[in-house]
């Protein structure tokens, strides 16, 4: 056979550096975003944070209730600049020199005006500012060798009771046997177990009640113990947490009567002493850091009507640096081609953060529109609603609605929710049409607040009483939702 050469047109879509990072930072949530602009404000010299005005006007939400760009919030002179430089550069090559340039686009972009964003950054003038320190609260450990200290012990002695200190964990508890502690000693002090019990009744006695215990029920009793005794109902509380907390664990109250050879008012009495216990005495102690959500997207009603408006507090004010703009402007050759490709990348950065905001309004526009009923009513009148109707509606990609959606927060008048919470399945109804799995978790969670104590709803009535608001469920299906609501079953909410 005869080789040859031929030449074939054909036409195939590729994803460009600068589509690449449009889909990755559309997927990234408010943190990893900010991360990624503070990696890449550390790599690129042409590319700064703004500093805006403190008291500039934020823009209104739109009142009209719609999502496409023309109509979201106002935006200011920086977003107009990098739609102008797009529609006449195109995509940038690597084979661009400095040339390709527009000086007006230096101009805009470096000019202090054309700030992408809104919002206040400190500025380098506030770094001498005061800013007052909370003390650090101290720990466990600390607060126990603390009260060690004031008790007049041998040496011998408050060595081991630190010992024994040292062996408590966050929540207050001996997480070491009295055998497993005398083989860390070593064997020429001669200690023996009657000095580790000696020394671990010093612990218990210290603050908080309960520490130093071994399990759940020793530290119940030892906070029982640090009761006055004319407390009502303290011996029949030793008496549960001593040998009978798995019958008040599973709620079996009437072999708990038969045990006590009490009335169902004491049980509850008794009942109600213990759970105002303190499992965990040693949780006040511990560092735990909060993690605060941020929303992307605020939500609030003007003139009757449901809108949407970008929290300008989580965008990234973002522009570009002036002094290297002016000297790409000043010097147009070829050695310059770094910065210039720097310069293309920093236009892009702040190209596709806008786009990426504006999507999020777009879509979170989108539905607000469809589950308005649920601003107005709540859970309840929650509608099902799949990723494709919102990708209809903006005829856009369901993947491009799935990553807008994951890790995306709104705050509402209702409370703080993930997108992604206003998607869910639906359940037939005997009219035809359909309910929000949302919406039936919500009267699960409503019919069960208003059952009766010694009679709870089974699975199976909670589905009958949906039936007759015409919603038909299946018992396993409300056994589901339930256990999603971390719901206990009917046996476990049973009180005598």
Not at 81 to 90: H, L, Y
Not at 128 to 146: I, K, M, V
Not at 150 to 160: A, E, G
Not at 433 to 459: C, F, N, V, Y
């Amino acid at each position: 056979m005869k080789q040859t050469l031929q030449l074939k047109l054909s036409q195939h879509l590729t994803l460009t550096p600068q589509l690449q990072q449009s889909i990755r930072l559309l997927q990234l949530s408010t943190l990893e975003l900010n991360a990624e602009v503070d990696r890449l404000l550390q790599e690129n010299p042409l590319l700064e944070k703004a500093e805006v005005d403190e008291d500039a006007p934020v823009g209104e939400p739109p009142v009209n209730g719609s999502a496409t760009p023309a109509e979201a919030p106002p935006r200011d002179e920086a977003a107009d600049i990098g739609e102008r430089v797009a529609e006449s550069e195109g995509p940038f090559e690597p084979n661009d020199t400095v040339d390709d340039v527009d000086r007006a686009d230096f101009e805009d972009y470096s000019s202090g005006e054309s700030d992408w964003g809104g919002g206040a950054n400190p500025s380098d003038e506030d770094d001498d500012a005061f800013y007052p320190q909370q003390a650090a609260a101290g720990t466990l450990r600390e607060h126990l060798l603390g009260q060690l200290a004031v008790l007049n012990l041998p040496l011998r002695d408050r060595q081991i009771v630190a010992a024994l200190i040292d062996a408590v964990n966050e929540d207050g508890y001996l997480g070491t046997s009295v055998e497993e502690l005398l083989e860390l000693f070593p064997e020429e002090l001669e200690i023996d177990s009657d000095e580790i019990n000696i020394a671990l009744k010093f612990l218990q006695s210290f603050e908080p009640p309960g520490v130093g215990a071994r399990d759940a029920a020793e530290c119940l009793a030892l906070q029982l113990k640090a009761l006055p005794a004319a407390t009502p109902l303290r011996d029949e509380a030793l008496t549960v947490v001593g040998a009978h907390l798995d019958l008040l664990a599973a709620r079996d109250f009437t072999r708990l009567k038969r045990v006590l050879h009490c009335d169902d008012t004491t049980i509850r009495a008794v009942r109600a002493l213990i759970t105002s216990l303190n499992p965990r005495p040693g949780a006040s102690f511990a560092r735990t850091e909060s993690n605060y959500v941020v929303p992307d997207v605020l939500v609030r009603k003007l003139r009757n009507q449901w809108v949407a408006s970008l929290n300008e507090a989580a965008m990234p004010k973002l522009r570009l640096n002036r002094i290297y703009a002016d000297i790409l402007t000043r010097n147009r050759d070829s050695s310059n081609q770094q910065l210039a490709a720097q310069l293309q990348e920093a236009k892009w950065l702040i190209r596709n953060v806008q786009q990426r905001f504006e999507t999020i309004l777009r879509v979170s526009q989108a539905i607000v529109e469809r589950q308005r009923r649920f601003f107005d009513h709540g859970e309840v009148a929650m509608r099902p609603m799949v990723l494709r109707e919102i990708a209809d509606m903006l005829d856009l990609h369901e993947s491009t609605i799935s990553r807008v959606t994951t890790q995306k927060y709104m705050l509402t008048p209702r409370g703080t929710y993930e997108l992604k919470y206003f998607f869910g399945s639906h359940v037939a109804t005997d009219t035809g049409g359909a309910a929000s799995a949302t919406a039936i978790r919500a009267l699960i969670k409503q019919l069960i607040a208003a059952e009766r104590t010694d009679a709870p709803l089974t699975d199976s009535k909670i589905a009958e009483l949906l039936g007759e608001q015409g919603i038909i469920v299946a018992r396993r299906t409300i056994a589901k939702y339930r256990e999603a609501l971390q719901i206990p079953p009917v046996n476990l909410r049973r009180m005598p």
